[in-house]
């Protein structure tokens, strides 16, 4: 396959996360609109990967993207543990709401 439908999807996925990000208030669906935007930086990563030498795929960023989803699953396990714990303490997870929360 060519480069350009892998960059095409990547940025399809940046629109989605950048979409989820900014339309949607609850935490959850922010955090799955993270993960999207992760995922589409390590699309990008892996299909410019190749473009170095034409057949041939360089294995360091391959590597690189296998250590950033261990690092962003470590990362997204906090976030919905946070998240429980929110909605444990003020049993809701619109952003909103929380935002009018004073300490």
Do not use: Q
């Amino acid at each position: 396959m060519d480069i350009r439908v892998y960059i095409s999807f990547a940025i399809i996925l940046y629109g989605i996360g950048i979409y989820c990000l900014l339309s949607k208030r609850n935490l959850i669906r922010i955090l799955i609109g993270l993960e999207i935007l992760a995922n589409a930086a390590n699309l990008n990563f892996i299909a410019f990967s190749t473009v170095k030498a034409p057949g041939l795929i360089d294995p360091l960023p391959h590597v690189f993207v296998i250590v950033a989803i261990v690092i962003h699953g470590c990362i997204i396990a906090i976030g919905l543990t946070l998240v429980v714990m929110i909605y444990r303490i003020y049993h809701s997870l619109d952003v909103k709401k929380l935002k009018r929360l004073r300490w």
